[in-house]
């Protein structure tokens, strides 16, 4: 059976109420804008959205929050998402907040057969209560658990038949390594090559951590915060 | 008896279209020649070498050689179309996290509980580990390929394994030269006799109760 | 006094060349404007980005600007010559395994034993902790670029946090619109005195003795 | 300072006695061949390897063993190195053997200040003796322990000033990994770029994690094992 799949929503088969799920970009860069909207129109519900900022401006992952499709979350950063914030403030999702290298970390041990591992940060703040806290050669570390998911749904920019990907600049992000810790990672991706297209040693994924691929040739690309200065 | 290569063609038909596989040194690297080659829609069989190759292909023709291009026995070997090189980390990533659909392995022994011990014999010299724990520890799925006895005549299929153990419970399926037996937990299932082997020669050569 | 500009510019000295640095959001960024851009030889100073950037450059030229090329404050940049994109685990192992030389970070309240709190005010809204808590536990050196006092007038350099930490002991020196400190343990310990700046204000404005 | 070095001598500055050394290479593939000569001529002894297989064939890095310049090794694999056998044998070194994954996994962890890690690898085997052996969700794991050191010498096809790096094939195995964990990674490439040669998209290891660069245009390149098909 084809890894590729002819849309979105044959792309999501098998996703029910309850699925944890784990969606690559940072902010909005970098989303598999598509799955996310075909999650939203799909009727699953009470999902467990792993995300590093599920969201922003009312876009991306905050559709589903304003959905109420998402029971439980855990992420790094709130920051603008003023739909999350409000999801937070009325208690309608379990929001769970951690660093950033602990919450890639978490996903690359899940991926990688790794249970757990001692990392220094978060040691003597909030993120260390109610851990083990070691001590190993002087310094103290905190025992963090691996993270795995029912889906991991993400973008690459070039994917061939096998699921061999390759990303383009920081839209790559956490994608890769949440395509490790899931049951069923699903790529949208810009461009559909042959096999063979990538040079071996070109590859950032190997296929071996894809279980579906579709291709989507148009994004929004929404820009958050549009920084440039004067041509000089 | 099933010849060696009997005993790699049975192996190969345990193994699914796109399917990613590791084979171990020794008889394993046989079933290489009974699988289909990957296709251009992702089917086939996809060889993952743990020194960091998911892709590998036959051996190169003659002159063809690239010193740079070997497998995890550090033989010369080859790269499929669409396949991929990648570092040690990524490679065990794979491996110990359940990415590797299906590893043949050889043994020395195996026992009724599925575990498997193929990587010391005691009082004999230390070849090392290698990939060997990770692959047993880590591989959706084990299936064994070895000769039913050792060479002094012991049975490798046992109740419990007496030599140094590679991983504990791992073993699902063993072929050898005299049939295909599952783990069975209090013994090993028959599941084929190879041709003009009987139930009852399986049973004399086997160190552990053949259950129904 | 120090101006914003003065502070960042000081803060600039601080920096070796070749080095890797991290700028937090808010007034850190604002060092960049004095920093020498990577050479063709590798001196020069790089930046690195949480989300996946070793080399980020400025602010693109109106028209030029790409929705997939973002700093970790999700602002639109643009890529050095010579610099580098990467997955989150590898910007992490960068960051926590101490391959960056200095982060340059703000903070809501500096100990006199180094401790940081730049997450979160209590009571306040929780923005987030991104990747605060690693820049601040796994940097080789911490650098805090701060307004000495609060907008309430509270120090900001204190004896003990009473914010929730960002980490424990990892502040090196302290650049404030004041002076230049660094954490003594027992104190701080001024290195730098602002224009017209005396240490008399500086030990009023400052919630930890300020030691020799 | 620049990060690129004159010569091999020169990239090996402050090597002493009691160094650790990680060595990048499967085998004799992908060696620093270049640099590992230079350490054999260098006169430092004591030494630490951490090598996947420390030589063959009297080659590599076995030429270290025969020289008595190595105190200590950790390695997964001895196999038909007779010079290790030997020096086994013998007595004269102190052996470590452990499994493959947990080997790259540990050096990984100390370059990504991860101060150990749960993996099931060696559970119920020798390689667990003496470690701690814990449940979770259903399954034992082991904990192993970070592994770093004073040098990573390493063989990479590009480099360029910045120490930006692309491997080749399988000549890439635990080199990058090993970069990440050593205080002072030198790099022996094929070929040194100009900055900017290499796409960022296309970089296998940023520059952050290398300390030193020494281009090496010729290389034996051993095959340890010829093996080959008749052409059809």
Redesign the interface.
């Known amino acids: 059976?084809?890894?590729?799949k002819a849309s979105v929503a044959e792309a999501l088969e098998g996703l029910s109420d309850g699925a944890s799920i784990m969606c690559g970009g940072f902010g909005l860069c970098g989303n598999a804008e598509a799955l996310i909207a075909a999650v939203a129109e799909h009727g699953a519900k009470d999902l467990t959205l792993i995300s590093n900022n599920a969201g922003n401006l009312g876009k991306g992952l905050a559709v589903w929050l304003e959905k109420g499709i998402v029971g439980k979350i855990i992420c790094t950063y709130v920051g603008t998402n003023e739909t999350l914030h409000a999801a937070m403030a009325d208690g309608s999702i379990d929001v769970t907040i951690i660093p950033q290298g602990t919450f890639v970390e978490r996903m690359?041990a899940?991926?990688?057969?790794?249970a757990g591992f001692y990392t220094p940060t978060g040691v003597g703040t909030v993120v260390a209560e109610g851990k083990e806290v070691r001590e190993f050669d002087g310094r103290e570390y905190v025992l963090e658990r691996a993270l795995k998911a029912d889906f991991a749904l993400i973008r690459a920019h070039q994917a061939?038949?096998?699921?061999?990907l390759r990303f383009y600049r920081t839209a790559r992000n956490f994608s890769p390594i949440m395509a490790?810790a899931a049951t069923t990672t699903v790529v949208e991706c810009d461009e559909l090559v042959?096999?063979?297209a990538?040079d071996?040693?070109d590859?950032h994924l190997?296929?071996?951590?894809v279980q579906r691929v579709v291709q989507v040739t148009e994004h929004e690309n929404v820009i958050e915060y549009l920084k440039t200065r004067p041509r000089p | 008896m099933f010849s060696k290569q009997q005993m790699a063609e049975r192996a190969a038909q345990e193994i699914d279209?796109?399917a990613?596989v590791n084979l171990g040194i020794g008889l394993p690297t046989l079933v290489a020649d009974y699988l289909p080659a990957?296709?251009?829609?992702?089917?086939g069989v996809?060889l993952?070498?743990?020194?960091?190759?998911?892709?590998m292909g036959?051996?190169?023709?003659?002159?063809?050689?690239?010193?740079?291009?070997?497998n995890?026995?550090?033989?010369?070997?080859t790269?499929v179309?669409?396949?991929?090189?990648?570092?040690?980390?990524?490679?065990?990533?794979?491996?110990?996290?359940?990415?590797?659909d299906l590893s043949i392995l050889g043994a020395m022994q195996v026992s009724q509980s599925g575990?498997l011990a193929n990587w010391a014999i005691p009082g004999g010299?230390?070849?090392?580990?290698?990939?060997?724990?990770?692959l047993a520890?880590?591989s959706k799925r084990i299936l064994v390929i070895t000769s039913h006895v050792a060479k002094d005549g012991k049975p490798k299929l046992v109740a419990e394994c007496d030599f140094?153990?590679?991983?504990?419970g791992v073993v699902d399926r063993v072929i050898t030269d005299l049939a295909v037996l599952d783990v069975a937990g209090d013994g090993f299932r028959v599941v084929e006799l190879a041709p003009e082997v009987t139930l009852d020669e399986v049973r004399e050569k086997t160190g552990a109760p053949i259950v129904d």
């Open positions: 059976m084809s890894k590729v690359r899940g991926g990688a057969g790794i061939d038949p096998f699921g061999n490790t042959t096999l063979g990538l071996p040693d590859v190997p296929g071996s951590f | 279209d796109g990613v990957p296709t251009p829609d992702g089917g996809w993952q070498s743990e020194n960091g190759i998911l892709g036959p051996f190169p023709y003659e002159g063809d050689e690239d010193p740079q291009i070997i995890a026995g550090k033989q010369t070997v790269i179309t669409g396949g991929s090189c990648f570092d040690s980390a990524t490679s065990f990533t794979m491996i110990r996290g359940g990415h590797v575990d010299r230390v070849m090392g580990i290698g990939g060997a724990m990770d520890a880590g140094p153990l590679t991983a504990k």
